[in-house]
T-cell receptor
Framework: GAGVSQSPRYKVAKRGQDVALRCDPI?????LFWYQQALGQGPEFLTY????????KSGLPSDRFFAERPEGSVSTLKIQRTQQEDSAVYLC???????????????FGPGTRLTVL | AQSVTQLGSHVSVSEGALVLLRCNYS??????LFWYVQYPNQGLQLLLK??????LVKGINGFEAEFKKSETSFHLTKPSAHMSDAAEYFC????????????FGTGTKLQVIP
């Protein structure tokens, strides 16, 4: 596809359930980011991959959150034993180096809206 | 640590009027600055970015922003609002080193009144 895709678009989980959120980045994009966007807030950084390597996971709120990108393409964000405070939109972004501006442009997917009951 | 502050969580303008969305940044190193737009149930789309090449940055859909170091500001403007501009706008900052870990503001919802 032409853009970043995420699935599912909506997920309802009961408190305590495990969930897995998928991100398909733009083909060839080396960098992949996960963000959490709570209602009425801006996105907050969770974690970053360069190819299959997870170089920064400083934003993951607890050890219940785990992300992987085993083949350097598709990524999965897993949340174990979900809590109500995990309810948010989870955004994935991928980027490609821009040699001219020396900065990456992040392209965002539509997000997965997680509701924990 | 870097951060951005967006003044005004909601802004209303009449169709055809000037759009001004305010953003102030804090960064210990020369920053990269971004404006993103988010339409309902969609992901964020980049409007424009500042990377130190020019202080006045032109983006898509007629938007532009001016980097003012003395004021630590990066306000977003558009001369004439269209109904289709109604959305939420996020200012964001990243430092100039390494990968682009982006810190977002809390967003400003723009309402365009016909």
């Amino acid at each position: 596809g032409a853009g970043v895709s995420q699935s599912p678009r909506y997920k309802v989980a009961k408190r305590g359930q495990d969930v897995a959120l998928r991100c398909d980045p733009i083909s060839g994009h080396v960098s992949l980011f996960w963000y959490q966007q709570a209602l009425g807030q801006g996105p907050e950084f969770l974690t970053y991959f360069q190819n299959e390597a997870q170089l920064d996971k400083s934003g993951l709120p607890s050890d219940r959150f785990f992300a992987e990108r085993p083949e350097g393409s598709v990524s999965t964000l897993k949340i174990q034993r979900t809590q109500q405070e995990d309810s948010a939109v989870y955004l994935c972004a991928s980027s490609h180096p821009d040699i001219q501006s020396l900065t990456d442009t992040q392209y965002f997917g539509p997000g997965t809206r997680l509701t924990v009951l | 640590a870097q951060s951005v502050t967006q003044l005004g969580s909601h802004v209303s303008v009449s169709e055809g009027a000037l759009v001004l969305l305010r953003c102030n940044y804090s960064s210990s190193v020369p920053p990269y600055l971004f404006w993103y737009v988010q339409y309902p149930n969609q992901g964020l789309q980049l409007l424009l970015k500042y990377t130190s090449a020019a202080t006045l940055v032109k983006g898509i859909n007629g938007f532009e922003a001016e980097f003012k170091k003395s004021e630590t500001s990066f306000h977003l403007t558009k001369p004439s609002a269209h109904m289709s501009d109604a959305a939420e706008y996020f200012c964001a900052v990243s430092d100039s080193g390494g990968y682009q870990k982006v810190t977002f503001g809390t967003g400003t919802k723009l309402q365009v009144i016909p």
